[in-house]
């Protein structure tokens, strides 16, 4: 059975030209790229501005638009492939010194950022990584012929098979977002319109990113500043002493920008301590206020008690005054009463006493002293 065929544009050439700034592009115009299908994925490498690659091999879900620097190395096998069609290859071209300077400066960068490497290491021309493997140039000379090599290699096969080819100027296509869409407009025209592309563009170019030419002319100005400007015949790769600048100005701006950024977090914790300690202070016043308050309300409910204790006290006081006024009266109603019983059995004597006939026959000698007292 023959498998369902799948067009594919492709992204391609020596690289450092743009390429991944086109899969940014491209996914911003709505088409189907490994940025869109990965959007948090980490293929993408800040320091080189690269990444965003995909192998069109052993992977049934490609995006439509794959970016591979290695399309030279395999080619002629992937034309081969009966399920793969290829739309168009888009070919962002760059002066073969910068592209290749580009590349070995960010071997360089990588190089200097090793820890613990002797520093004489990190200034010898050629290098390697793999124990008992290669030895390689990082001559931009020795990188450009590997380069000019791919890419003509990789435009003879296109052309044989007939393979419609994009050809864009590198940073024009950066800078310029009329012109890429012009360019592009006959593999993405059906695809995308023309306002959205020139939005996307704005979303996405950065110009400041296309850097290595004006590095290589700051540098070249500092290592020679007076000998005059003159047009070297041909074409002139800077030296190593140029490179070794470069890139370690690159790591020296790359290590200001992360001081900038951790001094920017430091700045932000210094702040939000000073915060949480005035937050710290302002909550430590309000406990002293509270406990301030609380010592006052202990105070005052050691007052109310005492007044409690005072009250109940004299309320005792008054409740056994008003006992003993009880008793008292008590004391004061039977003596009463005896008084009461005394008075009438005196009434009763006195009534017994005037009725007896010693009180009659008395009655004129009490008559007499009546009188005698009154004269």
């Not at 914790?269 to 301030?292: F, K, S, V």
Request: proline share 6%; hydrophobic share 40%.
């Amino acid at each position: 059975m023959t498998p369902a065929r799948k067009n594919h544009l492709m992204i391609a050439g020596t690289g450092r030209a743009g390429t991944t700034f086109l899969v940014q592009y491209l996914a911003a115009c709505g088409l189907d790229t490994h940025l869109a299908r990965h959007p948090a994925a980490n293929t993408y490498n800040d320091d080189a501005n690269a990444g965003l690659e995909d192998l069109p091999f052993d992977n049934p879900n490609l995006p439509y638009v794959i970016k591979s620097p290695w399309l030279h190395a395999y080619a002629t096998r992937l034309l081969a492939d009966p399920s793969i069609v290829l739309d168009a290859v888009i070919f962002p071209m760059r002066s073969i010194v910068e592209a290749s300077t580009s590349r070995v400066v960010n071997e360089l960068r990588a190089r200097y950022a090793m820890e613990g490497l002797p520093d004489d290491c990190r200034l010898w021309e050629s290098w390697g990584t793999t124990p008992g493997g290669v030895v390689y140039s990082l001559n931009p000379i020795d990188e450009a012929r590997l380069l000019a090599l791919g890419f003509h290699e990789l435009m003879h096969t296109l052309v044989r098979h007939d393979v419609p080819l994009v050809m864009l100027d590198f940073p024009r296509l950066v800078e310029d977002p009329g012109y890429l869409y012009e360019k592009l407009h006959p593999v993405i025209g059906g695809k995308v319109d023309r306002e959205r592309a020139l939005s996307a563009h704005r979303e996405t170019a950065v110009p400041a990113k296309v850097r290595v030419g004006r590095e290589l002319a700051a540098s070249t100005a500092a290592l020679r500043p007076q000998e005059p400007a003159a047009q070297t015949p041909g074409i002139e790769f800077p030296s190593q002493a140029t490179l070794d600048r470069v890139a370690i100005k690159r790591e020296l701006d790359k290590a200001v920008s992360e001081r900038a950024v951790l001094q920017r977090k430091l700045d932000e914790a210094t702040a939000g301590r000073a915060e949480r300690q005035r937050e710290l202070d302002e909550a430590i016043a309000a406990r002293a206020a509270c406990l301030r308050e609380l010592d006052g309300a202990i105070a005052g409910r050691a007052a109310c008690q005492h007044q409690l204790s005072e009250a109940i006290a004299e309320g005792d006081a008054r409740r056994h005054e008003l006992a003993e006024s009880r008793r008292s009266q008590a004391a004061l109603a039977q003596d009463l009463e005896r008084l009461g019983l005394r008075a009438s059995h005196l009434e009763a004597q006195c009534i017994a006493v005037k009725a007896s006939n010693s009180w009659r026959v008395t009655a004129p000698l009490r008559a007499l002293s009546r009188m005698l007292k009154v004269r």
